[in-house]
């Protein structure tokens, strides 16, 4: 069992930052595929950005060039840093843990509100 906890969201005004920060109970970044997903109020759940167990990054095109995934192993976190936040970044972001091979190991984290507004 993963368990993941997630910190970091708050309210930002529209061009701002916020780091978001996933912690992971134990070392699982040579086994997990870790991401970070949203959801958005009457919205669908949808991938952020995910980083590979070889570190291979990827981006949704609405994310990128404005947000970075990132990890430290020795700290078992995987961060997201948001810069250039708009308005249609609000939602609750979620963290995902995802084994490479067994597909029942799926964990999520409880999301954390990020709210971008004026």
């Known amino acids: 069992q993963v368990q993941l906890v997630e910190s970091g969201g708050g309210l930002v005004q529209p061009g701002g930052s916020l780091r978001l920060s996933c912690a992971a109970s134990?070392?699982?970044?040579?086994?997990?595929?870790v991401g970070w997903y949203r959801q958005a109020p009457g919205k669908q759940r949808e991938v952020v950005a995910t980083?590979?167990?070889?570190?291979?990054?990827n981006y949704a095109d609405s994310v990128k060039g404005r947000f970075t995934i990132s990890r430290d192993g020795a700290k078992n976190t995987v961060y997201l840093q948001m810069n250039s936040l708009k308005p249609e970044d609000t939602a609750v972001y979620y963290c995902?843990?995802?084994?490479?091979?067994?597909?029942?190991?799926?964990?999520w984290g409880q999301g954390t509100q990020v709210t971008v507004s004026s």
């Open positions: 995902n843990a995802r084994h490479n091979f067994v597909v029942a190991w799926d964990y």
């Open positions: 134990g070392s699982i970044f040579r086994s997990y595929r």
């Open positions: 980083i590979t167990s070889g570190g291979s990054t």
